[in-house]
């Protein structure tokens, strides 16, 4: 078979996927009439967690398991569109709602000017994002998924040659995921400037000849901005959680839960020993604790974020959470994408 006729079977092939995938449609969207009248959430991330996984499953082909995740959250991206059309605000490039920073994405989401969130946890190479921790201590909002995904940094300027360059803008922690690019082709004299977002980055090295952002691919071609480099990340497995964040909790067990909270306790000996032995005790496992200032006082106090498997509705927390009610602040339960 030549290539003129696989390529004719591979047209027909995309004719019949177009046609399934517009099927799909048509029933994903008797569902949100279904929804829309019962005032239920489109967004159910545990149940696009179970098709990936079957689908997955099933799959003997040459399609990986990330080819399969990729795919399909496109997939559900247009079905939730179509199933109840819901304003999403993130940290970002142009998409849904794009928000200059952290703080306005709680706000949008908090005014209910959008019903969803997503802004960064932590990244695998430098650790928690400060801000966000802080502001899920003053807010109300619950998490309700997490988002982990590989980032990936470009080099984007209008400047004709590189040592025209005196300012580069970027996110404070982008900087930190490039500073070997920075430091190989730059000298001091060069101001690294931090500003709300990387997207925010590429709007002022558009308006500016010496100067260049560090930004995703995505920002520079949307906004236009020439790419210099791509892949300027120190690390090439450079992976960052994103959460979603929702003005209702996420009271749906699935078979693979993680839970975040807050804890504030009181100061004594052996205290945050004893509230650990809690879970161990409980046969609950801690995926992560990290430490805050609590920003209270002129003392060095402190709170705590803590991720565990599991559902805040398990029993087996509940027990906990009856005994330390002044002290854990319930951030969400999400289905488990780590």
């Given at each position: 078979m030549n290539i003129e006729e696989l390529r004719t079977k591979i047209d027909k092939i995309d004719s019949d996927i177009l046609n399934l995938l517009n099927e799909r449609m048509d029933i994903v969207h008797e569902i949100g009439l279904i929804k829309?009248?019962?005032?239920?959430?489109?967004?159910?991330?545990?149940?696009?967690?179970?098709?990936?996984?079957?689908?997955?499953?099933?799959?003997?082909?040459?399609?990986?398991?990330?080819s399969i995740k990729a795919i399909f959250q496109e997939v559900f991206a247009a079905a939730r569109n179509i199933e109840l059309p819901e304003r999403i605000s993130y940290l970002g490039p142009e998409g849904y709602l794009p928000i200059n920073s952290i703080k306005s994405v709680f706000e949008s989401v908090e005014s209910?000017?959008?019903?969803?969130?997503?802004?960064?946890?932590?990244?695998?190479?430098?650790?928690?994002?400060q801000e966000t921790i802080d502001l899920l201590g003053v807010s109300n909002l619950k998490?309700?998924?997490?988002?982990?995904?590989s980032i990936s940094f470009s080099f984007a300027t209008r400047a004709k040659e590189i040592n025209k360059i005196k300012k580069i803008y970027s996110k404070d922690i982008a900087f930190?995921?490039?500073?070997?690019?920075?430091?190989?082709?730059?000298?001091?004299?060069?101001?690294?400037?931090?500003?709300?977002?990387t997207s925010a980055a590429v709007r002022y090295a558009d308006k500016q000849e010496d100067s260049a952002a560090i930004c995703s691919r995505f920002a520079a071609v949307q906004r236009g901005v020439p790419i210099l480099y791509d892949k300027i990340e120190d690390s090439k497995d450079n992976h960052t959680r994103f959460i979603v964040l929702s003005g209702t909790e996420n009271q749906v067990i699935?078979?693979?839960?993680?839970?975040?909270?807050?804890?504030?306790l009181s100061d004594g000996h052996g205290v945050l020993a004893e509230f650990l032995q809690e879970f161990h005790d409980?046969?609950?496992?801690?995926?992560?604790?990290?430490s805050r200032p609590a920003k209270k006082g002129t003392d060095f106090k402190y709170v705590f974020y803590i991720d565990f498997e599991g559902h805040f509705l398990n029993s087996n927390f509940q027990i906990i959470l009856k005994r330390y009610i002044d002290n854990i602040k319930l951030l969400g339960s999400y289905p488990r994408m780590i």
């Open positions: 829309s009248a019962s005032n239920e959430s489109v967004y159910r991330p545990e149940r696009e967690k179970e098709i990936i996984e079957r689908l997955s499953r099933l799959s003997d082909g040459k399609l990986k398991v990330e209910k000017k959008t019903k969803y969130g997503i802004i960064p946890l932590e990244n695998n190479q430098e650790g928690i994002v998490i309700i998924s997490e988002l982990p995904m930190k995921q490039c500073k070997d690019f920075i430091e190989n082709y730059f000298s001091d004299e060069v101001k690294c400037i931090p500003v709300n977002s699935s078979k693979n839960d993680k839970t975040s909270i807050l804890v504030n409980a046969k609950i496992n801690l995926t992560k604790l990290e």
